[in-house]
């Protein structure tokens, strides 16, 4: 496996955070994230409230948009498409063992 070099990040937060958010937006779609987003949910990283019973990114006492990083991150990941069966065909899993989180994520986008 021919390894791409990832960009490192520098930034948790700010343009970095937000230019991140829109590109990843973009891969599954506007509409579909949005819908997402304004559901009842919990965040997948930490289990608390994204939009608990008001639903559509309040967090618990009613603030809106209150939404992290990393719960929005997980949700994208979960709303890509499939990993495809030829992926396997052309990567071992000792290829793969060798990338880090980050790269296993992008993997949807290789085939």
């Not at 939009?51 to 939404?67: A, F, S, T």
Request: aromatic share 10%; net charge positive.
């Amino acid at each position: 496996m021919q390894k791409k070099k990832m960009k490192k990040m520098r930034s948790a937060g700010g343009w970095a955070a937000i230019k991140y958010s829109l590109r990843m937006a973009s891969r599954v779609g506007w509409w579909r994230l949005w819908k997402a987003m304004m559901t009842k949910n919990a965040c997948k990283t930490c289990a608390l409230g994204m939009g608990g019973q008001l639903g559509g990114m309040r967090n618990e006492i009613g603030h809106w948009p209150e939404v992290c990083k990393k719960s929005f991150q997980a949700m994208v990941a979960d709303m890509q498409k499939g990993i495809q069966p030829e992926f396997f065909e052309k990567y071992s899993i000792d290829q793969l063992k060798t990338l880090t989180p980050r790269e296993l994520e992008w993997c949807v986008w290789l085939t």
